[in-house]
Antibody, heavy 118, light 106 residues
Framework: EVQVVESGGGFVQPGGSLRLSCAVS????????MSWVRQAPGKGLEWVAN????????YYVDSVKGRFTISRDNAKSSLSLQMNSLRAEDTAVYYC???????????WGQGTLVTVSS | EIVLTQSPATLSLSPGERATLSCRAS??????LAWYQQKPGQAPRLLIY???NRATGIPARFSGSGSGTDFTLTISSLEPEDFAVYYC????????FGQGTRLEIK
C-alpha cells in the first residue's frame, strides 16, 4: 500500500523559515519525480515544485523561486521543502505528491498546514 | 503560463443526473490534461489523465474528452459520493490547475 505522509507545517511569522518533510512507502521512491502542491484556504490547487528522480533537475513556480528549495533523500524515501523568506501568501496546505509517468499526480499525502502571519 | 478556465464555477444537480464540466486552456495543451476530484478535508484524487484515460480504480461513469484547448469531464449518472470539487490540470507547459468546479446537490 502506498503511503505519503507530510510533516513540518506550523505557524511562522513573515520572513521566517520552515522545512516540510514527506515520508513515502509502498513504491520505489527513487524511480519517480516528486512534487509539492499547495492549496491556500478556500482556494484552488497550485503546483509549487518538482524534483527529478536523482535530484539533478528541479523546477519551481515563479512565486517561490529563490525562496523555496526542494530536495530528496532516496535512501530514506523522503522529500523535503525548505521554505525561506515566507510571506502571508504562502499560507496553505502543502501536499506531497508522486508524479506519474504521464505527468499527473497519482498519489497524494494528507497535507500539512503552513500559516504565515504576524 | 497556460491558464485553465473551468466552467461553470458551481453546478447544482441531483443524484442520477448527468454532469458535464468544462475546462478551457489559454493555448493548446494537446491531450496533456488531467482531472481530479477533491472532497472537503481530503487530498485530491486523480480521475482522468491524458484527457480521456481513467485512472486506476475510477468508476466507468467518469469519462473525459477533448484535445487542444477544450476539454470535458462527464459523470454519466451522479452518485451521492460524486458531489465534490473538480479540478483540471495541464502538463504541456510547466504545470497549472484550473480554479475548480464545485458540484453540489440540488
Amino acid at each position: 500500500e502506498v503511503q505519503v505522509v507530510e510533516s513540518g507545517g506550523g505557524f511562522v511569522q513573515p520572513g521566517g523559515s520552515l522545512r516540510l518533510s514527506c515520508a513515502v512507502s509502498g513504491f520505489a521512491f527513487g524511480s519517480y519525480w516528486m512534487s509539492w502542491v499547495r492549496q491556500a484556504p478556500g482556494k484552488g490547487l497550485e503546483w509549487v515544485a518538482n524534483i527529478k528522480q536523482e535530484g539533478s533537475e528541479k523546477y519551481y513556480v515563479d512565486s517561490v523561486k529563490g525562496r523555496f528549495t526542494i530536495s530528496r533523500d532516496n535512501a530514506k524515501s523522503s522529500l523535503s521543502l525548505q521554505m525561506n523568506s515566507l510571506r502571508a501568501e504562502d499560507t496553505a496546505v502543502y501536499y506531497c505528491a508522486r508524479v506519474s509517468s504521464t505527468w499527473c499526480f497519482d498519489y497524494w499525502g494528507q497535507g500539512t498546514l503552513v500559516t504565515v502571519s504576524s | 503560463e497556460i491558464v485553465l478556465t473551468q466552467s461553470p464555477a458551481t453546478l447544482s444537480l441531483s443524484p442520477g443526473e448527468r454532469a458535464t464540466l468544462s475546462c478551457r486552456a489559454s493555448q493548446s495543451v494537446s491531450s496533456y490534461l488531467a482531472w481530479y476530484q477533491q472532497k472537503p478535508g481530503q487530498a485530491p484524487r486523480l480521475l482522468i489523465y491524458d484527457a480521456s484515460n481513467r485512472a486506476t480504480g475510477i468508476p466507468a461513469r467518469f469519462s473525459g474528452s477533448g484535445s487542444g484547448t477544450d476539454f470535458t469531464l462527464t459523470i454519466s449518472s451522479l452518485e451521492p459520493e460524486d458531489f465534490a470539487v473538480y479540478y483540471c490540470q495541464q502538463r504541456s507547459n510547466r504545470i497549472t490547475f484550473g480554479q475548480g468546479t464545485r458540484l453540489e446537490i440540488k
